[in-house]
Every structure is written in structure tokens, then in C-alpha cells.
């Protein structure tokens, strides 16, 4: 799964346009997208959804260590397993996660590292329980915390998460929100340079952004060309291509993992101009 589309839980009508969408997973908010004084009605909103399985769907509910986030919790916890996992905001420690995995068992659980506090307990929320499927950054409460002001104070907070996510046996993270929705160019290099960081696939908040991240997680056909070569030559130990590539087993598994990604079928094709029309 490489797309990722939020859409508000108090606006029905944009969550079942993401579903008839082409993301891969559709997060339905109860927690940023909605105002205060609609989470009642954003509750209420997906229950009706979770009355039927949605198996693309994740559901983000609001800090859990408040009462509206144990509110979502119960609300969720009485369709669990109707959802596709939930997202855990503003986690700081591992009884976070033990306290959310008890409250909704069974449901896979994707943890959000939104602190200085959590991003150093990186290791710790991703291994705290067998729910746990990703984690990743929120990065916009990130770079509050830090004081950070631009993307290149955030390397280090996404190395961190890349390796805290493989260190406990969990797929790569997924990218956080590119929140100028309308700057595709901008989004398309920070995709490359979180793709070459670690991160596979990436959260949206505007349909116009999933085709650019697509494009740009998609391996390009030089990639599938070398990879290609590399798989020819395996079974035969390790060896040195013609050009000069050398070959093992962990190069073979990093070239399968690249041709398993250029099967994908791409979602749409990527809107030409740098600019994306208001939602």
C-alpha cells in the first residue's frame, strides 16, 4: 500500500468519495480535520460507516489520554472489526499502546510519533505490543515541539522512525501529510527524498496528491531494469554483474522487493502542472 487519503469523519459525503477513490487505505479523521464542537456529530458519522466492514479503512481518533479520545475509543471498539486498524495520535510510551490494544483488541494499530518524547521511545511504542502493524511521525506537532522550521530538521526524526519500525520487524513507515496540498512539485521531491530514507508510501490530504505519490514510490523502469538484472543472476552466490554491481542475497531481496512494486497498476496520471485545484 503506497496511497493514503484523510477525509473528515463529519463530512460523509467526502469519506465515501475517498472510498470510490483510488487510495489504497482511506484514514477517516475523528481528530484534526474535525472541529471541537464536531466531534459528537464526527462519531456518530462513523459508526454509520463501521456498520458494514470497510476494509480500507483506518480510523484516526483523537489523543487517547482525553475524553474525547476515549469516547472514539469506545465508539470503534464496539465495530472493531469492521476497520482496517486504527491510528493512534500524540503516542508517547509503550502503555499508550498496551492501554488502546486492551480497549480495542484484535484491530491493527498504527502509533503516531508526534514528540520529542515519543520519537525517543521510537523502539519501544513499536515493539510495545503484537497489534502494532507501522508507526510513523506526525509531523506537523513534530515540528512544533522541536522548533523545527523546515524539512531538513526532520532527517533525523525520519531515520529514527525508519530504524525504529525494521529493529522491531515492522514494514517501512509511511510517510506524514505534505500539507500544501496545492505545491505537487514540492510534494514530489519530498516523496523522493523520503523514499530514498526508507519510507514507503505516503499519507494525502487532497485526491490531486495521490498520483504524484504514486509516481514517485513506483520504481522508475531504470530501477526495474537493474533489478531485473540483479534477479537473473541469483542462485549462483554472490557475484559481480558486468558493470560492476555486486551481487548477494540482501541486493537480491531489496531488487525483488523493486519489481514487486513496479506490478502495481498506477492510480491516475499525475496532473502536469505544479498547482492542484482547490478541494
Known amino acids: 500500500m503506497l496511497t493514503f487519503l484523510y477525509a473528515p469523519a463529519d463530512r460523509p459525503a467526502l469519506v465515501a468519495k475517498a472510498l470510490a477513490g483510488p487510495a489504497d487505505v482511506v484514514i477517516v479523521d475523528l481528530e484534526d480535520a474535525v472541529a471541537a464542537d464536531g466531534k459528537g456529530q464526527a462519531r456518530a458519522e462513523l459508526v454509520r460507516l463501521l456498520a458494514s466492514p470497510q476494509p480500507r479503512v483506518q480510523v484516526r481518533v483523537n489523543d487517547v489520554r482525553t475524553i474525547c479520545g476515549q469516547a472514539d475509543l469506545r465508539a470503534v471498539g464496539a465495530l472493531c472489526s469492521n476497520t482496517a486498524g486504527i491510528r493512534v495520535p500524540k503516542v508517547e510510551s509503550a502503555d499508550d499502546v498496551r492501554d488502546v490494544a486492551r480497549a480495542v483488541p484484535g484491530v491493527a494499530l498504527h502509533p503516531l510519533l508526534e514528540s520529542a518524547l515519543g520519537l525517543e521511545r521510537a523502539y519501544e511504542i513499536a515493539s510495545a505490543d503484537p497489534a502494532v502493524a507501522s508507526i510513523g511521525l506526525g509531523e506537523a506537532d513534530l515540528r512544533a515541539d522541536l522548533g523545527v522550521s523546515d524539512e531538513a530538521g526532520l532527517a533525523w526524526a525520519r531515520s529514527r522512525v525508519v530504524v525504529a519500525a525494521r529493529a522491531a520487524g515492522l514494514p517501512a513507515p ?15 521531491e519530498s516523496c523522493r527524498v523520503g523514499r530514498s530514507m526508507g519510507f514507503r508510501g505516503r499519507a494525502a490530504i487532497h ?25 537473473a543472476a541469483a542462485g549462483v552466490g554472490a557475484v559481480a554483474l558486468p558493470d560492476g554491481r555486486f551481487v548477494d542475497e540482501a541486493v537480491v531481496r531489496q531488487a525483488r522487493s523493486v519489481l514487486a512494486d513496479a506490478l502495481r497498476t498506477p492510480a491516475t496520471t499525475p496532473t502536469p502542472t505544479g498547482r492542484c485545484p482547490a478541494p
Do not use: H
Open 174 to 188: 509511511v510517510q506524514s501529510v505534505y500539507t500544501d496540498f496545492r505545491d505537487l512539485e514540492g510534494l514530489a
Open 207 to 231: 485526491p490531486a496528491q495521490l498520483a504524484v505519490i504514486e509516481a514517485a514510490y513506483r520504481p522508475t523502469e531504470e530501477e526495474v531494469t537493474a533489478a531485473n538484472e540483479v534477479v
